[in-house]
Every structure is written in structure tokens, then in C-alpha cells.
């Protein structure tokens, strides 16, 4: 839970965010009460012996649908394949994560204000990479997973402002180790339900014994008010015992609400500006040339 901080006024500051490696100003003295990060997991760290289990059990049901026999060696190196490349997608998402948790430690020394209010973490289950490896008709190969799926790790950070969501990406862009391989802005072109949010997929570097794996972590950054609206709009996509003409109601409603808040969010940023002396971000990062080999 976050702890109250002194909100002392501060004076505007009009160095864009979006210049790559652009420096951040000069020190700013903040009271010693400042506000803790808060990481949500959706699981546990990977725990390799239940993956294992899962796998092998996944290797036999596919090997008796298709007529084979039990699990093979070959098999069993697959496995232990899968294993390591979900331990590489774990270290790349922690990488990015410990990132951004410094940046919004910067912030708070620079600017007395914290960007992040919140992350939440997640490593994609084996059964729905299984199901999306289908679902694209490609091969369940772990080749495949590294070529065709750059969403196994993912990370959402809550912003408090639009601002924040902005300056945040640009200065994790702009570090030195990261690639940017997408870049989707629902924010300055909403989705036709009214979603926004800033959708990045980052490629960074995980160092094993066999050198630097560069790895694909996608990043969703919205405000407070973009999640709660994406987190009801979610759950009545999936609730499937409403009559269609309720969800007809509630989709155009949502629809209005994504309107209104956007307007109320750019009236409390611009207020947010004047009191404030953080960076104004005013565009989404921009992609890289021609990606580095992922691992």
C-alpha cells in the first residue's frame, strides 16, 4: 500500500520526454516519505517441476491423439527445451520490470511524483500458448513459440496520467540495452469498443552462460481510468449468459464511459501540469530498425 508524500508545489518543466537518451534535470531535494511500488504477479515464478509434469503430460495426450508412442527421448529434450525458454521469457520480464521501477524511483527524486502506480506481471500458461500456437496454425515447436509469439512475457503498468504512460515508454525506449520491436497506440487511435492503452512489445537482454539472449516482453501502459474500463469491458466480452441485447446496452454504454473519461482525463492532466512539474509525453515511442536476433 502506498504511503502518503509531502505535495509540495513544483515549477513546470518543458524538456520533452520523448528525446531519446535525453538526460533528466537536475536534482530535486523530496520529503523522506515517498510512495512504494506495488508488483502484482498473476502466478507464482516458474516452478519447473510442474511445468515439467505439465509438459510431459501434454507430450502424451498429443502422442495418443496422433497414434505415437509415449514420450521419446527427443520428446523429453523438447521438454527440457520449453523449460529454459520459459526461464529466459521470466528473466526478460523481471529485467524490464526492475527498469521501470527505477525510472519511477527517478521520477520521485526529480519531480515529487511517482508515474507508476502500479505493475502487474504475467508469464503466458502453457496451455494458452498451446492454444494460440493452434489457433495460428503453427507448428508447437519451441523455434515457433521464440519466431511467432512476442507476448509469453507481459507486464502492465498503470500510469496515473497520460503523460506518465508516454514518458515512461520513451525513457525505457531510450535505454541503451532495449529494442523496440512494436509499437500499437490505442490511446491516440482508441479501438472501436473505446479501448486504450499503449501497447509495446521491448526486446532486452537476458545474459546466460551462452551469452546475451535478446528477448521479446510486451508492455501495456494505460492510466487508472483505461484499466478499470478495459478490466469491465473485459469481463462482459466473456460473460456469455447475458441476453445479446443487455450486452448490445452495456457495450454502447462502455462506449460512452471510454468517451467521458477520456475527456475528464484530459481536464485533470491539464490541471495535473500546471501543479506539477513532470515531463509532458506527447507521443509513443518509436520503433527500431532491424530487430537483433531473439533468443
Known sequence: MRTPRDASSQQPHNRAPHARRRAFPAFRQVSPLQW?????????????NELRARLSAIADELAQRDGMSPIETSQMDAVTEFIDQMQVYEGAMYEISTKLEILDSEFQVHFSHDPIHHMERRLKSIDSIIEKMRRKRLPLTVRSVR??????????????????????????SAQSDIQVLRVKDYILNPKQNGYRSLHVIYAVPVFLSSGAHYTPVEVQFRTIAMDYWASLE???RYKTDLPDAKLSEHSQTLLDCARSLQNIETQMQSIH???????????APVTDGAPRHLS
Open 36 to 48: 512504494s511500488n506495488v508488483i502484482l504477479d498473476r502466478q507464482t515464478r516458474v516452478n519447473t
Open 147 to 172: 519466431d511467432n509469439l512476442f507476448d509469453v512475457a507481459g507486464i502492465r503498468v498503470i500510469c496515473n496520467y497520460r503523460d506518465d504512460v508516454y514518458s515512461v515508454a520513451n525513457y525505457l
Open 273 to 283: 501540469r500546471d501543479i506539477n512539474g513532470a515531463p509532458q509525453g506527447l507521443q
Open 234 to 236: 473485459h469481463a462482459l
